[in-house]
């Protein structure tokens, strides 16, 4: 494996860590380095960095009537209607 896909592929493997704010320092500047490097992986970063924001604004809810467990709902909020009423 070449020196630049094993860079990418480190990458790609840190996409969450880096939405949630947890790489160290070192890490955090050789991500920014591939983010400049590598468009869709900055698109993919700013996908998770949405994802944790809307999981933290809307938390989980229980499970539906009839669900064998384990669910959790967290729709997308769309005109305001709530999901499984």
Known sequence: MSE???RSNWAWERIEALADDSLDAADRQRMNEALRADPALSAAVERARAVRAHSAIYPARPCLR?????CSLRPFPRGGGRIGS
């Not at 009839?66 to 384990?70: E, F, P, T, V, Y």
């Open 4 to 6: 630049k896909s094993e």
């Open 66 to 70: 009839g669900c064998s467990g384990g």
